[in-house]
C-alpha cells in the first residue's frame, strides 16, 4: 500500500489497482491553503461533511463515495465506519465524525476523521486491531496532543501518521505536530509525502511517521 499525504486529513491510499482519496478539502477556503486534489480517483471516503473533509468537485474519475457507519465493500475493498462525534460532547458543538477501518492487502489502516473525544472502551473493541492509524493531533476542532496519544495507546497501532496539524499553509487556529511529538521514541521524518508499506514491512515496534504535505 502506498500511503501520500496530500494535505489536512486527506491522502491518497494505492492499493490493489485503485486508488483512494480520503476527506478531500476544498481549496477555496484561502484558510486551508493545500492545493486542489486533481487526482484521478476511483473510492473516496468522507468521515463528516465540513468543507475541508468532503469538498469531490475537484476529483477525477468519477469516484464511488463511502459514507456512515457500518460496513462498506466497493471495488474489493471493505471499509468499515465506527460513529464518533467531532467533539467531546457527543456532537453537540461539532457534529459527528466517521472513524473508517480500511482493510487491503493484509493491512487494517484506520482514518481517524475529525476525532475530537478520547474513546470508550466498547469503540476501542469495534475499531479491533490497527496496523497503521492515521490521526488528527492538532487540537482545537480535533484531539489535541495529549488525547491522540491516548488514543494512539489505546488502538496500539504499529505505524502511526499525524495528521491536520498547523503547517506553513494552513491557517487554523491549530498546533503543528511536535506537540504531538513531544517525548516520543522512534519517531521518523520521513522528509517526503509518500510512504509505502506491506504486511511485512511495519516495524516491529510502534513507528511515528511525520509526512510533508505533497499539496
Given at each position: 500500500?502506498?500511503?501520500?499525504?496530500?494535505?489536512?486529513?486527506?491522502?491518497?491510499?494505492?492499493?490493489q489497482?485503485?486508488?483512494?482519496?480520503?476527506?478531500?478539502?476544498?481549496h477555496?477556503?484561502?484558510?486551508?491553503?493545500?492545493?486542489?486534489?486533481?487526482?484521478?480517483?476511483?473510492?473516496?471516503?468522507?468521515?463528516?461533511?465540513?468543507?475541508?473533509?468532503?469538498?469531490?468537485?475537484?476529483?477525477?474519475?468519477?469516484?464511488?463515495?463511502?459514507?456512515?457507519?457500518?460496513?462498506?465493500?466497493?471495488?474489493?475493498?471493505?471499509?468499515?465506519?465506527?460513529?464518533t462525534?467531532?467533539?467531546?460532547?457527543?456532537?453537540?458543538?461539532?457534529?459527528?465524525?466517521?472513524?473508517?477501518?480500511?482493510?487491503?492487502?493484509?493491512?487494517?489502516?484506520?482514518?481517524?476523521?475529525?476525532?475530537?473525544?478520547?474513546?470508550?472502551?466498547?469503540?476501542?473493541e469495534?475499531?479491533?486491531?490497527?496496523?497503521?492509524?492515521?490521526?488528527?493531533?492538532?487540537?482545537?476542532?480535533?484531539?489535541?496532543?495529549?488525547?491522540?496519544?491516548?488514543?494512539?495507546?489505546?488502538?496500539?497501532?504499529?505505524?502511526?501518521?499525524?495528521?491536520?496539524?498547523?503547517?506553513?499553509?494552513?491557517?487554523?487556529?491549530i498546533?503543528?505536530?511536535?506537540e504531538?511529538?513531544?517525548?516520543k521514541?522512534?519517531?521518523?521524518?520521513?522528509?517526503?509525502?509518500?510512504?509505502?508499506?506491506?504486511?511485512?514491512?511495519?516495524?516491529?515496534?510502534?513507528?511515528?511517521?511525520?509526512?510533508?504535505?505533497?499539496?
Amino acid at each position: 500500500m502506498k500511503i501520500t499525504w496530500l494535505g489536512h486529513a486527506a491522502f491518497l491510499l494505492e492499493t490493489q489497482g485503485l486508488k483512494i482519496v480520503t476527506d478531500p478539502y476544498d481549496h477555496n477556503d484561502n484558510r486551508i491553503g493545500y492545493g486542489p486534489i486533481t487526482i484521478p480517483v476511483d473510492i473516496v471516503t468522507i468521515s463528516h461533511d465540513h468543507a475541508d473533509h468532503n469538498y469531490t468537485k475537484d476529483l477525477r474519475g468519477n469516484p464511488q463515495t463511502v459514507k456512515g457507519s457500518g460496513s462498506h465493500e466497493v471495488k474489493g475493498i471493505t471499509f468499515t465506519g465506527i460513529d464518533t462525534h467531532h467533539d467531546p460532547t457527543k456532537g453537540s458543538q461539532r457534529g459527528d465524525n466517521t472513524i473508517f477501518l480500511i482493510g487491503a492487502e493484509g493491512l487494517n489502516l484506520c482514518h481517524a476523521g475529525d476525532l475530537g473525544h478520547t474513546l470508550s472502551r466498547d469503540k476501542i473493541e469495534a475499531i479491533g486491531p490497527v496496523d497503521i492509524l492515521l490521526i488528527p493531533v492538532g487540537g482545537f476542532y480535533t484531539l489535541d496532543a495529549a488525547e491522540a496519544t491516548k488514543v494512539m495507546e489505546d488502538l496500539s497501532p504499529k505505524l502511526v501518521i499525524p495528521m491536520h496539524f498547523k503547517t506553513e499553509v494552513l491557517d487554523f487556529p491549530i498546533t503543528g505536530v511536535d506537540e504531538f511529538l513531544k517525548g516520543k521514541s522512534n519517531v521518523r521524518r520521513q522528509g517526503s509525502s509518500q510512504l509505502e508499506v506491506t504486511k511485512e514491512t511495519l516495524p516491529e515496534k510502534r513507528e511515528i511517521v511525520v509526512l510533508e504535505h505533497l499539496l
